[in-house]
């Protein structure tokens, strides 16, 4: 609680100092002079959420600060820029702790990178950030989903991230841009991936490790046949603002590595998808679907919901869907949608996510209200069914 006090001081000064500046852009801006520019903003979620417990034990009520962001990015030259997020993530979530990322308590360096911009085709970052491989959580931004959350198998409501990853990031470099006028945009990332080894609660076996110290290799192409989307981070819904289908290719590989204490283990992922967002009348329709292949998993997934382990192979996939509707209701615009994503492990059993909700847009991304309804329904016997509920408010600038 005293690192967050220390952070929300500093940041309302920061804010003040640079609002003096210069307060007419979206976030607050300064300029020193005609390359030297910085932007500083703020972005958060609150949760309150509902998890079905079973076999007879209690339910589980969680008011949670789901995602809570300052932002900070600038230009230093015509050449080089920054950005950073000093991030906290699921604090208070029941069960979870992790200060050092950042994730149920503490605040961290969650994205911050430096970018040398040669060329709008050919731009070369370094530091820490996203894993360019899905769309959902490669290049989609957090800050603005078409649903409440991830996908499960990413990090979403319960779930975690199924590849080796500081909270969706790693520390790398990356090769990416826009060449042909933003028809076509390429990642290509060289991170550490699975790094030392981790053992067991009791400290006697290693589960996951990588002893020969290899690179990983994570690369990414999307194809953009309406408008283009030339930026680092996407929208998960558009709301009418733009027309995209985007087509997607990702790869991800890291090899010799021990999981769930198997060595000599390759880790090899690749992933399709699709992305449709497009004015309908005065509404607009989204849809999104990705098919993921995982062979030799980095990480086990909780396993009160799937069978995921470290070392096993699966299939997962997705579609979301999605209806903003023409019109205003009261003060603001309704989007209902709904979503499927199953989880199928070789050798073992499938899991499959149902879900229904809807947001409520009262200044667009940057101020809206959630409410999800989540079904969990895993083959294995073993496991029980579950629902979860979400209710969301989402501000920022």
Known sequence: MKKLAVLAKMMIVLLCVLGLMSPSWAGIKMEIDEQTKGEVGIWMQTWYQYVEDGKGDENLNDFILRRAYMYLKGQVTEYVSFFTHVASDKIGQEGLDNPSIGLGSGVAWRDLWITLNLHEAFKIQVGRMYVP????????????????????????????????QKVGRDDSVTIWGNPFDGLLQYRFMISEGVEGQTTNPAGTVVINDNPEDNLRFVGRLSLSLFE???????????????????????????NDLTLNDRPDQDNTVWTADVFFDHPVGDGAVTLEAAYIDIENCTQTQPQMYTDLAAGDDAENWYINAGYLLPGSIGPGRLQPYVRYETVDVDKKNET??????????????????????????????????????????????
């Open 228 to 254: 283009p989307e030339k930026g680092w981070f996407n929208k998960g819904t558009y709301l009418g603002k733009k027309k995209v289908l985007s087509l997607g290719f990702g790869m991800d590989s890291q």
């Open 133 to 164: 491989f899905t769309r959902n959580y490669g290049t989609t931004s957090t800050k603005c989903m078409l649903t409440a959350d991830l996908p499960f198998l990413q990090g979403g409501s319960r779930g975690g991230i199924f590849y080796a």
């Open 352 to 397: 499959d996510f149902w879900s229904v909700g809807f947001n409520y847009y009262l200044k667009g991304h940057n101020c809206k209200l959630t409410a999800d309804y989540m079904h969990v329904d895993p083959d294995n016997d073993a496991k029980d069914d579950r629902d979860i509920f979400i209710f969301q408010i989402t501000v920022g600038f």
